[in-house]
């Protein structure tokens, strides 16, 4: 078998991005793939071969084949398999908002920008936002801890343990990682979990999950 092991890639793609065409993709989340088909086989050489090593990864829409937000992915390494297929270790990078499609030897492409989390500067706010964030995250690791183990087995084994609380809040684009390791293995409706992807504050993310975890915590 095969092994190519990749540093970390540091170019900031926005034009013809090629696309892969599969799930939901989140900032600083694992995103193991099993890649078969001969475009997307394509896709990762060409990745691999022009040293990006990272293309964009948005869910299936029924009008447009692709939707309008995803995120970016960043080969860590790539396992070859003797038949062409490739077992490809990815984590989740910048997320991006669609401005043009295209189409590449069979893959999807686009041009993109990508979404930072606005910050707050008022004191009041930063405070209010801390309280809010401190709820959520005590919260989250409740509903986590009360899961069966079996369950929680299972998402430990697929994610990881969740990240630990943060201290700065605003320290990265896409705000703490624990609320994206969170979206990825609770079992929501990729329309819900595309619309938080999408937004750029963190109060309404944070409150956004909140609402999800109340609704679990009910059942």
Known sequence: MERCLLGTATLSLTKNVPIFVCTIAYPTVPCPLHVFEPRYRLMIRRSIQTGTKQFG??????QNSFADYGCMLQIRNV?????????VDTIGGKRFRVLKRGMKDGYCTADIEYLEDVKVENEDE?????????L?????CNWFQNLRDRFRSQI???FGSMPRREENLQATPNGPAWCWWLLAVLPVDPRYQ???LSMKSLKERLTKIQHILTYFSRD
């Open 57 to 62: 990864m948005c869910v299936s829409d029924t």
């Open 79 to 87: 396992h070859f398999l003797p038949d062409g297929r490739s077992v």
């Open 126 to 134: 930063i405070e209010g936002l801390r309280q809010l964030h401190d």
């Open 136 to 140: 959520v995250y005590s919260q989250a």
């Open 156 to 158: 430990l084994q697929h």
């Open 194 to 196: 595309l619309s938080v």
